[in-house]
């Protein structure tokens, strides 16, 4: 989400108390410091830079006229790049004016050349949105922007396609939309001058794998069409922009990395909730469940959310302008909740100024709270996703972080929502019960140091080549040529789509066979979002990803929305749709799974004496079984419940490590013991992944075992949770032993007794976190870092 920087729209005044005040107060509320780390982030005065000579005098006054007198350093070298026709990503931080990077040479082009067109790619349609009325805002002669998105009226398609010539829309509406159409948009495709990337950092995993090949098509039509578009990408900070927005468009690609705008000052503070005494159980009623964050034992730190309630709570009762993102849909919604709750017992009736906003939302819901945190009707909202909200949510007193979000873009992206110009701001981040949590609370380096994450997709997975190879075919067949194009596997992708009959080979190239398009969904590795829908009134509450829905709405799971809580009567896997009524039972519902792991073939491998590392191949089937009932106010087990859902198989990428069991003997694992030690390095192995890579613990499995058939020693596997793999396995592979040497440190630096969440233990694990074995871990990862080379 970017503006520039000098036109951001801030929220009114507000003379609540400084960031150091502010913190100092919520600091003191318990007995024990929470806080392990306060960095200041001092206010930085910004490096303006000449405008371009290129740039045309209008241009510059209309930008004048919007409060941009001069670009900053980073956004007028990157701008020239552009301009002189090189394929370029700025990755700055949040709100440093990227888009002034390429609005620049986007717009000096289309008002040199009355022919030439951008089209111009946003991640959503909010941020779309937001751009449109920024290039509007502008009011240069015929430049004519316009959204094209699936919120676009038919009526108005066609105009836009005439005659618009700066296009903002998604990679979603470019793959389903504009490519299988390119005859229409011919015209605008043949004089198109310059592709915008925003927010490209979004496209990882599997997504950003199909999206790669979505803009290899565009390319392809462009190139058909004769024209050859300079890509402008926009990137969050990130380990090597350069790389990633090369993978991503198959382009040389130039970064512009100093960030030479101003920006205000910023306390941030990183926050642990305090270990609670071993005998006092679950004090507060949170429900565990709605999170996925509180799996099988008793709670052993306070809860990050309801840490958060408490501090958003606190905040707004100061008068302080709060968002706070929470990791999960229904996180958020029990963070508002818990939030109100305390707001309405202190003041009854302020309560009603906090909200929870999450993007499976409805339209109408979701453009009602952001107008209502925009002119004040409501002082804290709590939130999923940073890319869902408006640009005009810039500018906040304080955000507030529930869990590290997965990767530093998205916390820096935002942490960045916090500080208006010229004011000083607080961020604060609460720490889960989780590894990688622990691990950055105590290691401040690992964020504010230089990045080593990188954005991780991987272009040449089979299960995302070949439909996309398909999709291609049907816009027009394939040439040889056109293999080059789509890279490694493209050619064997081709044969195997000819040998199951979707595609015809003749002599000028390779044909799609049917009349209708192929069927492809960039975003769905995880089967068709499932609908949610109130049985007595028909009224559809959201949706919820299929990879997801096995575990959140099996019949019976407790599914909160906006903090009312219903209960699924049904889950229907052929119609894609969860008939549930509302109910508040006093117990929460957490799922179980069991995997079963072959390995299928071996793509590379160390050999470092008793240790291997292996990356390859793998077969996973995994089925929700089971779900439990469990008093809210207790944690106490009610009962066990089967569910009869169908295995999901999955043949994925993993990295696997295997230990001969006499170097575990001469490290002091009892063989007794060696289940409990793999387990519990397993889990925070994947818990500390997202380090090394953009992913979370979510798009990652692990199964560990002490003789595997496969390898027929004590292993470890970690893998992709995607069909195909999506890159993160791979790199967990490449950084292996500063993978696991953050993953000994966070287990042994944690203060725990035996494990808990924040090193060893699992949300998300199918044995219900037994057997672990905390010390064994350490022994075990000992052993593999000795022998493993750097
Ligand atoms: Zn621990
Ligand atoms: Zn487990």
Redesign the pocket.
Known sequence: MESSSAATVSAGPSPGPTPADLLRRLRARGAADPVTHVERLPARAGVPAPWPSWAPPELRAAFARRGVVAPWQHQAQAATLAYEGEHVVVATGTASGKSLAYQLPALATLLADPRATVLYLAPTKALAADQLRAVAALELEGVRPACYDGDTPRAEREWIRRHSRFVLTNPDMLHHGVLPGHAQWSGFLRRLAYVVIDECHTYRGVFGSHVAHVLRRLRRQCARFGSTPVFVLASATSGDPAAAAGRLTGLPVTAVTEDASPRGGVTFALWEPPLLPPDSGPSTPVPPQSTGDHDDLQQVRRSALRETADLLADTVAEGVRTLAFVRSRKGAEVVAANARRALDDAVPGLGDRVAAYRGGYLREERRELERALLHGDLLGLASTNALELGVDLVGLDAVLICGYPGTRASLWQQAGRAGRSGQEALAVLVARDDPLDTYLVHHPEAIFGAPVEATVLDPANPYVLAPQLACAAFEAPLTPADLALFGDGAKEAVDQLVAAGALRQRPTGWYWRHRERPEVDLRGEGGAPVAVVESSTGRLLGTVDGGSSHFLLHSGAVYLHQGVSYVVDDLDLVDGCALVHAEEPDWSTHARDVTDLSVVSVRSYVDAGPVGMFLGEVDVTSQVVSYQRRRIATGEVIDTRPLDLPARELRTVAVWFTLSPQSLTLAGVQPADVPGAL?AA??AAIGLLPLMATCDRWDIG???TAVHQDTEAPTVFVYDGHPGGAGFAERAYGTASAWLRATRDAIAECGCESGCPSCVQ?P???????P?SKPDAIQVLDVVLANLPE
């Open positions: 387990h397993e889990h692990g199964l560990s699992s998300k694990c199918g044995n219900g976190n037994n672990l």
